[in-house]
């Protein structure tokens, strides 16, 4: 079964600092994504990559950074936490090849204080 | 542009009614159409998917979603709703690049 897995479940950052959320994979999916949910929005997509070594911007990239390593691990990184930053995040993965079907993480909840 | 609306943001059934929950797209051509769920402080999981072909969809706890082309619609219907369905509803066009678009969701509940 797909598993999808994030670490940490919760956070709680400073102003200014720098937050790094990871998100790992073993359903050897190409494509990674971060979202995250705010109340009376849905999902909005942060980054999202087609593989090792790619990255691309989503609809709300600002004061957001991304890096695929491998392919199993995709992690988000702010390097200057802001309060409007806290939200709750999800990580994806989902497969190639006419299957559009994806598979979220259990989220991380970070607040920025 | 691409967009998916879900408009009703809260819905309130008791136990045992059938239950619809609607959605409506924008897009040009024949899309991908998922519905997922979300229960309290948990990630989505896939409920069902449209990709080409019948238009009713089964899919998992007795959902069912219908497409129509004609009224850009991908309605989600169950015949008989627990108390356990009470969590929030997202549907969800995918591109053909992969990315989704996201309705807002709808929070269900179900009361006995």
């Known amino acids: 079964e797909a598993a999808v897995t994030q670490s940490p479940r919760n956070k709680v950052a400073v102003t200014g600092g720098k937050v790094t959320l990871s998100c790992n994979q073993t359903n050897n999916h190409n494509n990674m994504y971060w979202y995250r949910q705010d109340t009376g929005h849905g999902l909005r997509l942060i980054h999202y990559?087609?593989?090792?070594?790619?990255?691309e911007k989503g609809d709300i990239p600002d004061g957001y950074k991304a890096s695929r390593p491998s392919q199993e691990n995709f992690s988000l990184i702010l390097e200057l936490a802001t309060p409007s930053q806290t939200s709750v995040y999800f990580c994806a993965s989902g497969s190639t090849g006419g299957l559009y079907e994806q598979y979220f993480g259990p989220g991380t909840r970070l607040t920025v204080l | 542009a691409q967009s998916v609306t879900q408009p009703d943001a809260r819905v309130t059934v008791s136990e045992g009614a059938s239950l619809q929950l609607r959605c409506k797209y924008s897009y040009s051509g024949t899309p991908y159409l998922f519905w997922y769920v979300q229960y309290p402080r948990q990630g989505l999981q896939l409920l069902l998917k449209y990709y080409s072909g019948d238009p009713v969809v089964q899919g998992v706890n007795g959902f069912e979603a219908e497409f129509s082309k004609s009224n850009s619609s991908f309605h989600l219907r169950k015949a008989s709703v627990h108390w356990s369905d009470s969590a929030v509803y997202f549907c969800v066009l995918s591109e053909r690049n992969y990315k989704y678009v996201f309705g807002a969701g709808t929070r269900l509940k179900v009361i006995a």
């Open positions: 990559s087609y593989g090792a070594g790619s990255t």
